[in-house]
DNA sequence: ATTTAAAAGTCAAAGAAAGTCTAAAAGGGG
DNA sequence: CCCCTTTTAGACTTTCTTTGACTTTTAAAT
């Protein structure tokens, strides 16, 4: 059974892919009923798919006539990737959340598969499993040791 | 009576078998209530049996939807290389004794510079430096989950 | 201006997985 | 037979997703 929320940032992602845009603009609650979901579902999706550290804005306008605008961020320098990547990171995060950056880097093509599963092995939630619980700790570091590179 | 924790893992061997596949996914409730078995025993069989050293890698995913992928590295060729190599690097490795097998690997062409400097970055004595002294130990573990990867 | 209705936002609870930890049971070697 | 290791079971935890009730904002209608 797959997730209704990766189907519905697999669509969303399709509309860009469509005609190459850089900003799509949907509307929370046909979305919601084409998907037969709870509107919250869209938001959800937004908020842990499409952020800025994955290279998406979103803005929005309530009442009639409301929508979401969802924009592909552009960045013109490495320098500015790496100050929002690491922005994004913090001072911990989590597997799931670094796996999400990581595909948007690749994505990007500023890293090759290759260079995507060394740096997916490095962060690996077994390997660096510590007696101290400081896995998300210490992943936002090796992570944001590692972006430094790529970027460079 | 044969040990059920050989019967599942040679069930998902078997998974690996079919079509020849480098990864298979497998839901643990759905996997225990077949064997009729506690979901944790399926945990047991992964760990024990699917270890980064006997080749394979684990990676899941919690809440709804969620699974468990298990992914086969290191084919014959390699695997003998990896092991000799983990030998090496045995439960915990230096700086200096990391960057020396590193420039060994690239000697040999495992791996190019950008990849180089990307390794070098994740286990990096600062990076990795953590509340107890286990520096040494996190970066064997680091090492030993990236070096499969390059030598894949 | 005021009201109304149509959006989107927020938050917390419920649900659906997998992970962890430990105790008990089963095997196996000496 | 006894001790040590491996296996099995189960209770409890953590993480992520889904849902729904309630709030806020704003355009349109009166």
């Known amino acids: 059974m797959p997730r209704m929320s990766d189907v ?3 669509f969303i992602k399709e ?3 469509e005609g190459s845009y850089q900003t799509v603009e949907i509307q929370r609650n046909e979305l919601a009923k084409y998907f037969d979901c709870a509107p919250s579902q869209i938001s959800y999706v937004l908020t842990t798919r499409f952020t800025l550290g994955q290279g998406y804005r979103i803005d929005s306008q309530k009442g009639g006539g409301g929508h979401i605008r969802i ?3 552009l ?3 490495n320098a500015q ?3 929002i990547i690491c922005d994004q ?3 911990e995060i989590s597997k799931n959340q670094a796996e999400a950056l990581l595909r948007h880097l690749y994505e990007q093509k500023h890293i090759n ?3 995507l599963n060394i740096i997916k092995a490095a962060i690996d939630d077994q390997v660096i499993s510590t007696p101290l619980n400081i896995k998300d700790k210490l992943r936002a570091k ?3 040791s590692i972006i430094a590179v790529v970027l460079e």
């Open 142 to 144: 090796i992570m944001k």
């Open 15 to 17: 509309l860009f892919q």
């Open 8 to 10: 519905i940032e697999a």
């Open 113 to 115: 598969v290759r260079e």
């Open 89 to 91: 990171i913090g001072s």
């Open 81 to 83: 990737a790496y100050r």
């Open 71 to 73: 924009s592909r961020i």
């Open 75 to 77: 960045v013109d320098t």
